[in-house]
Each structure stands twice: as structure tokens, then as C-alpha cells.
């Protein structure tokens, strides 16, 4: 009898057996699909939801070589759609309600010569498609011919991104619709003039010999259409067609043609030109032609943008009165003006040949100013309040007075930008020359106002009443026209604005009036401020004045004689300059003596001892200055007469 152990132990090394055969062995491969041959090819539904998967999926021979250009052929499954119908079909892959999220499908569509038992032999392409929009789906349109069979090809795209799933489960979404009512060239819509009318790319198709590339644009991948005729009077016009697709994803592509107002093919469409993201294109309107509008999401096979709703909108006008350098706008400053690109121009040879300050040397759209400065100063170009998506461009050039053309113009200053108003076109002007100014968008149509705001330059001088004193005068100077505003009148003392006074501007000029200064430097700002800051700079300056001390006369009174053994009585006066009696100290020298003696309303007096030398008896008097006055000496003599004796 076998032990509970023993068993344990075979159980054990048995199981360990089958794992080291799993170990050591190959997965086997997943067995082919039902529909992996064309043959087999799997029924779709009119419309609705498929799952499926090209897990173990193979190709058949000759199936690569045959393959459509941007869907190669890997892991290819098949499926075949019975046409009831001359609607549009759409077909396109999602992920399988329990697949990964990542595959990467191509998808590829077909007819049979031989629909009842196809082969790859036996294909012609329809239509094909990689990826659709943003994502890594892949999408199909195309109008059916009842009682065709079309057969659908599902494979794995050959340039599988780094981790990307070479074979998964997918799902097909099957939907149809008559299509939009201007599919086609014969069913073009008329759009409303100066108006936003929508119109929407799902289930659009291209017609058999329908243009895809005409100009330099991105591929279109289906289109819907629209035509208008310009009138017969009056000449001029200028046509402008927008379109937006309201979403980045769309990527599209606007292509414009003449031709007769029923064209038999597009053979009879003659190019004018074409736009893609956010596609915008202006053109003459020659009376009498009819103008044909392809409206498409761009893209190709390989990669194409995403269907959906577009607001398209026709606009048609004049050019601008100013749209040509030799119609320039005479401008003053400060001011402003409307600019609109939506008809404006570029005249040949307009763009400059070269970049400046960062611009780009393409202008598109453009109307011109002319401005002839009778004063020096900063002039600033800007552009506020500002609609639409085409780019701003501002340039300002010197040329003469009359004649400019695009040869003698030179450049001076520029800006170019996207979307905002940050920008500004800063120039220092001269007197009596002539400056013009383009301003526009580039190929997409924008509109704003231009502002020409003008600088301003002050000047402060000062007049002197008296030493102590000073009338202040500020002029301010604009570029053109009167300045109108305040000056603030300061005194900066260190480093700060202490204010004096604030004064209107009347005749380009204020002054006011400052007094009672103390000896030293002084320094003073006039800073104007305009009334109106948006369309005039402000300004200021500096003025500094010195206040000196002031000069002084010492004068001196005392007897011209005194006897011997007798005093004498000494009287000095100090006068300022400005006939203001002097404060301080004195200092009187007599015989040896020096004694100083304080000023009294300008006046000292003082008296010497006993006179007892005979002769002539210097007496020099300083006056040692004070805190805004300076010193000053004089000096007289008295004499001594010997005093007679007497005998008795």
C-alpha cells in the first residue's frame, strides 16, 4: 500500500515535470482568422458595430506587392460590403471592447472583377486610409454603386510605433448618409455675401478627376463646394473667401477656381490659388466670372485631418482708398485710423527684400500712411483693438516728399505679430522728413486701429527776480498740434520729489514761481502729463540752479583826532549785497588790541581804551561772513595829538 508521503512526492515531481515543459516550449501560434484570405472575406452589415481581430492574421501572396500605397498590408483581414444603395459609406476602426487602445490600423477599400470569388489578382483600389484627425483610427468615405460589392482589407500599418501592437482585436463602425447637398462640383451652394454660413465635411467625397493638389497646399481628401459670379459692374472688386473649421483637428484646405458659370468637367477650372490652416484667399473679381470654392479637410492616404463642420464666409468690397504707396494717407499725430485688411493688397515688388528687426520680409495686405514731422521727437506705430487671425505687420519707411516708389524707400523700424497688441513700432522722427508707414496683415485677413502716438519733448529754463528767487519755465513740445495736459513742478532733493506746484499747459507752456532759496544747488523737474496718456508720451526734465552767498561792504566811522590819554568811540556798519543789513561778528583791531563785536541789526560799535601814544593810530575792522554772506574788511586812522604840558 502506497504512503500518503510517497503519493505527495510523485504528485510533486510530476507537476515540476510539466512545468519544465512549459518552460522550455514555444508558444503555440494563433490559428488564422476566419476571413484571413479574400476569399473568405467576412459580410458586413448595412450600418453598425463589428468586433473582429487580425490576432494570427497572414498575408496571401502577391497581397503586399498589391497593396495600396499608404496601407501597406500586414496582418490583413478581409470583410465584403454589398452596395443597396448610391449613399455614402463610412467605415471606420475603434478599438475592440476588449482591446488596447494603441493599435494602429490601416484600412484599405476595393472592387472585384470577379466579386463572386475574388482574388488579389482580381482588385482595383478605391480608397484608403491610415489615420484620421488627431488619433491613430483609421477612417473611409466613399459614395457606392448599388449592387457593387466592395471589399474592406484591415491591416496592421508597417511603421508600427515603439510598443504599438503588431496584431489586436478592433472594431468597425459602419455608417451611411446621403451625403452633404454641395458633394459635388454640379451642386455647389451659392454663399451668402458678407455672411458666415456652416457647412459640414461629413460623409463628403471626392468625384472621379476631382483636382486633390493643385497649388502648393496640402492634399484635399473630400470636398464640398461653392460658386458665385461677380457681377458685371462695378469693376474693381476685390473677393476674399474664409473659412474655419472651428477645431484644430481638421487641418484645412481651401482652393479657389474660375471657370463658366456650368463647367462640364474640371477640366474647364482654372486655378487661382489656395490656403490651408486657417485658410483665407483674396482675389480680383473680374465682372462677369464665376468663382468655384473647394472647401476640404486636408490630408491624404497616409494622414488626413478630421471631418466635421466649417464656417465658411464670402466677403466682397473695394480696395482701400490708401491700399497703393502712391495713395498714401497724409496722417498728423497723434491720431488714429481704421485698418482692415479684408480687401487690401500688395502691390508688386511691395515686400522688402530683406528681414529687419526680426520681421519677416513678406507683406500680403497692406494700406499706407504718409507723415512729414515739423518737430524732432519719438513717434510710436501701434495697433489696438485688434480682430481676426492674420498677423500684424507694421513697417515705416524714409523716402522723398513725391515720387516714392518701392526702390527709394529705407527702413526704419518694424513689427510682426500673431494674435496680440504688445507690439509697437518706436521712431525717432526728424523735422521736414518724409516717413510712410504700410500697415496690414499677412495672408489671413485682420483688422485694427492704428494709433500714432506722438512723444513729446520738455524744456525747463528758469529766469532770476532776484538772487534768492526763480520763475521756472517748462515748454513742451509735441510732435504735431498743441500739448495739452499739466507740468508738475518739483524739487528732487535726495533722490526724492518734493512737489512745488502743479500747472495746465496753456500754449505749450507753464511756469510758476519759487523763492526765498538758501545758498547752494538746487535742482528742479518739470514732468508733463498728458490728458491724453494713449495718444501722447509725457515728458520731463531737469534744471539746476546755484544760489551764491551774497556779497557784503564793511564800512567804518571813528574821530579823525583825539588827545592824547583820551578814548575814542569807534561805529562799523555791515551791508549785504542786496542792501540788507549783515548778521554776525565783527572784529575790531586797535594798538595791539583785537576784540570782536557782535552785529546788531548790521551795525557794531565799540570803544578803545586811553589813547596814549601820539601819532597816527590804524584801526582795521574784518567782518568774518555769515551763512549766506560773505566777508569783508575795511580800515581808517585817527590821530593822536600829543597832549601839551604845563609849567608852573
Not at 161 to 167: I, S, T, W
Not at 348 to 369: I, K, V
Not at 378 to 383: E, G, Q, S, T
Request: a negative charge; aromatic letters at 8%; proline letters at 8%.
Amino acid at each position: 500500500m502506497t504512503s500518503r508521503r510517497t503519493a505527495a512526492l510523485a504528485v510533486a515531481a510530476l507537476a515540476f515535470t510539466s512545468l519544465a515543459v512549459v518552460a522550455t516550449s514555444s508558444p503555440a501560434a494563433a490559428a488564422p482568422p476566419p476571413n484571413d484570405a479574400i476569399a473568405f472575406a467576412q459580410p458586413l452589415p448595412a450600418t453598425g458595430d463589428v468586433e473582429s481581430t487580425n490576432v494570427g492574421a497572414t498575408v496571401e501572396p502577391n497581397e503586399v506587392q498589391t497593396a495600396q500605397q499608404a496601407c501597406p498590408a500586414s496582418h490583413t483581414v478581409w470583410f465584403a460590403y454589398q452596395a443597396t444603395s448610391s449613399d455614402v459609406l463610412r467605415i471606420s476602426t475603434r478599438a475592440a471592447t476588449n482591446g488596447p487602445t494603441e493599435f494602429d490600423p490601416g484600412l484599405s477599400i476595393w472592387t472585384s472583377s470577379t466579386p463572386a470569388a475574388p482574388t488579389i489578382g482580381s482588385l482595383q483600389p478605391v480608397e484608403c486610409n491610415d489615420d484620421v484627425g488627431l488619433g491613430r483610427s483609421a477612417r473611409v468615405e466613399f459614395r457606392l454603386t448599388a449592387g457593387t460589392t466592395y471589399f474592406v482589407q484591415v491591416s496592421t500599418y508597417l511603421d508600427v510605433d515603439a510598443g504599438f501592437p503588431a496584431e489586436a482585436p478592433f472594431s468597425l463602425r459602419l455608417e451611411t448618409s446621403t451625403g452633404p447637398a454641395n458633394d459635388d462640383l454640379a451642386h455647389a451652394a451659392a454663399p451668402p455675401l458678407g455672411a458666415t454660413t456652416t457647412t459640414d465635411t461629413n460623409f463628403s467625397t471626392l468625384e472621379p478627376g476631382e483636382p486633390t493638389q493643385p497649388g502648393d497646399c496640402r492634399e484635399v481628401h473630400d470636398s464640398n463646394w461653392f460658386s458665385w459670379t461677380a457681377p458685371a459692374s462695378p469693376s474693381g472688386l476685390v473677393g476674399d473667401f474664409t473659412v474655419d473649421s472651428l477645431s484644430l483637428a481638421y487641418g484645412d484646405v481651401l482652393n479657389v477656381y474660375r471657370g463658366p458659370s456650368a463647367p462640364a468637367s474640371f477640366d474647364d477650372l482654372d486655378y487661382v490659388a489656395c490656403s490651408d490652416f486657417l485658410p483665407d484667399i483674396q482675389f480680383p473679381a473680374t465682372p462677369g466670372t464665376t468663382y468655384w470654392f473647394q472647401v476640404s479637410d486636408g490630408g491624404n492616404e497616409d494622414n488626413r485631418g478630421g471631418q466635421g463642420p466649417r464656417d465658411v464666409r464670402l466677403d466682397v468690397g473695394p480696395a482701400p482708398a490708401n491700399d497703393d504707396l502712391a495713395d498714401a494717407l497724409d496722417v498728423s499725430v497723434p491720431s488714429v485710423h481704421h485698418v482692415d485688411s479684408v480687401f487690401a493688397s500688395a502691390e508688386p515688388d511691395e515686400s522688402p527684400t530683406t528681414a529687419l528687426n526680426g520681421c519677416y520680409p513678406d507683406r500680403f495686405r497692406t494700406q499706407w500712411f504718409r507723415y512729414q514731422p515739423t518737430a524732432s521727437g519719438r513717434l510710436d506705430v501701434l495697433p489696438t483693438n485688434r480682430s481676426g487671425y492674420g498677423r500684424d505687420e507694421i513697417y515705416v519707411f524714409t523716402g522723398p516728399e513725391n515720387g516714392a516708389t518701392y526702390d527709394n524707400l529705407t527702413t526704419v523700424g518694424c513689427t510682426q505679430n500673431y494674435f496680440t497688441l504688445d507690439h509697437t513700432v518706436p521712431v525717432q522722427l526728424t523735422a521736414g522728413q518724409t516717413y510712410y508707414i504700410s500697415a496690414g496683415t499677412d495672408e489671413e485677413q485682420g483688422a485694427y486701429d492704428l494709433r500714432f502716438k506722438s512723444g513729446t519733448q520738455t524744456m525747463l529754463t528758469s529766469t532770476a527776480p532776484d538772487r534768492t528767487s526763480a520763475d521756472l519755465h517748462a515748454a513742451v513740445t509735441p510732435l504735431g498740434g498743441m500739448a495739452s495736459g499739466t507740468v508738475e513742478f518739483s524739487e528732487v532733493v535726495g533722490g526724492t520729489d518734493i512737489p512745488v506746484e502743479t500747472v495746465t499747459v496753456a500754449g505749450n507752456q507753464a511756469t510758476t514761481h519759487v523763492s526765498s532759496l538758501p545758498v547752494g544747488t538746487h535742482t528742479y523737474r518739470a514732468e508733463f502729463h498728458s490728458s491724453d496718456p494713449a495718444s501722447v508720451y509725457s515728458s520731463s526734465a531737469e534744471l539746476t540752479i546755484t544760489v551764491g552767498p551774497r556779497t557784503t561792504t564793511t564800512s567804518v566811522r571813528a574821530p579823525a583826532k583825539v588827545k592824547q590819554g583820551r578814548r575814542a568811540k569807534v561805529a562799523v556798519t555791515v551791508v549785504t549785497s542786496d542792501g540788507q543789513p549783515a548778521s554776525g561778528v565783527v572784529t575790531v583791531s586797535v594798538a595791539g588790541r583785537t576784540v570782536t563785536v557782535p552785529l546788531v541789526a548790521g551795525a557794531a560799535r565799540f570803544t578803545t581804551g586811553k589813547l596814549t601814544r601820539p601819532g597816527r593810530l590804524p584801526i582795521a575792522v574784518t567782518y568774518l561772513g555769515g551763512t549766506d554772506t560773505v566777508g569783508s574788511t575795511t580800515s581808517t586812522t585817527i590821530k593822536v595829538k600829543k597832549k601839551k604840558r604845563h609849567h608852573g
